[in-house]
């Protein structure tokens, strides 16, 4: 069984867009939507590699 990238990619910027939207205003939370636009912007290009650790740091932001 393969695993499909792209939905598990799509399921994770949901997961952290939605842990970005309860977080505080903060340096946190605009350290963290600087790392999700550039996992848009990867997601955009289909680099998928680039995308999850652009969400992995922004998920370690709101850390």
């Known amino acids: 069984m393969t695993?499909?990238?792209?939905?598990?990619?799509?399921?994770?910027?949901?997961?952290?867009k939605a842990a970005w939207d309860k977080a505080p205003d903060g340096a946190k939370k605009d350290a963290?939507?600087?790392?999700?636009?550039?996992?848009?912007?990867a997601q955009t290009a289909k680099n998928d590699a680039e995308c999850m650790k652009a969400?992995?740091?922004?998920?370690?932001a709101l850390a």
């Open 55 to 60: 969400l992995d740091e922004a998920t370690n």
């Open 3 to 16: 695993m499909n990238i792209s939905n598990t990619t799509a399921e994770k910027m949901k997961s952290v």
């Open 32 to 41: 963290a939507l600087t790392h999700y636009k550039a996992a848009e912007k």
